[in-house]
């Protein structure tokens, strides 16, 4: 009883929390994870050796929320990202994240291999979608337009250096109830206060809003790079024009 009362009196508060980890693996990520685990028989010969080493630390070392492997000559260099207190995506990295993880992986490394590890980059992104809508749908289209766009950027369907096809979110647009057409859409590199200050690749159309060249249907991002849509409530513009000659 004593014990018990003991237990239940003490409290931690702690003054630095813990950031940056990632979330459970996924079923098709453990799948992967394993494959990749067995193959790799303990040491780095392949990219994909030295990622699943990486993600598979023992959870003292800490683990980065995203990561990507690329390599150059005989240097392999491995962007990182964590989550910040709020649970957004960070490329505001731990030193001693990286150190871990570049002295974890040094065990395993080819002689030859050099690691290198720095933090990757976010690129926030803005959308604009306007489109026509049967009489009396506005506010619902509106509202599921922006829920489709917003998830096609959740942590769980993106990733480092993987280019997205904006028509993926055309298609989807389009099967919401009470949409009649797609009239245009617009992707924009947001960066400024509140916003990360990386940009892509992709040729920029106007420098004062950002808007990209999307007119091959992809926005472009290097290996080191994430898309990300950090304010969804303000980042994505709707603009439901009603169809003229339409019953709703």
């Known amino acids: 009883a004593i014990n018990t009362t003991v237990k ?5 508060t702690n003054t630095t929390p813990a950031v940056g980890g990632s979330d459970e693996p996924s079923i098709e990520e453990l799948r992967n994870y394993i494959s990749y685990n067995f193959s790799a028989q303990n040491r780095a010969v392949t990219l994909n050796d030295y ?4 993600m598979s630390m023992p959870s003292t070392f800490g683990t980065p929320a995203k990561a990507s492997v690329v390599q150059r000559q005989n240097k392999i260099e491995i962007g990182v990202l964590s989550y910040d207190s709020s649970g957004n995506i960070s490329n505001e990295i731990s030193t001693l994240l990286m150190e871990n993880i570049a002295n974890y992986l040094s065990r395993y490394r080819m002689i030859n291999d050099y690691v290198l590890v720095k933090p990757a980059e976010v690129v926030d992104l803005g959308f604009e979608i306007s489109v026509m809508v049967e009489p009396g749908t506005q506010v619902q289209t509106s509202s599921k337009i922006t829920k489709i766009i917003s998830d096609e950027f959740t942590n ?3 990733a480092l250096g993987k280019n997205y096809s904006v028509g993926e979110i055309v298609k989807k647009v389009t099967q919401v109830d009470g949409v009649v057409n797609v009239n245009y859409i617009k992707a924009f590199n947001k ?3 509140g916003y990360s200050n990386n940009v892509t690749k992709q040729t920029v159309l106007d420098t004062a809003t950002g808007e990209l060249d999307i007119s091959n249907n992809y926005i472009i991002v290097d290996e080191y790079q994430l898309l990300n849509i950090r304010k969804p409530d303000t980042d994505i513009k709707v603009i439901p024009l009603v169809a003229t000659g339409v019953s709703g």
Do not use: P, R
């Open 156 to 158: 769980d369907k993106i």
């Open 191 to 193: 960066t400024g206060v």
């Open 8 to 12: 239940a009196s003490i409290s931690v």
């Open 51 to 54: 990622k699943v080493l990486m």
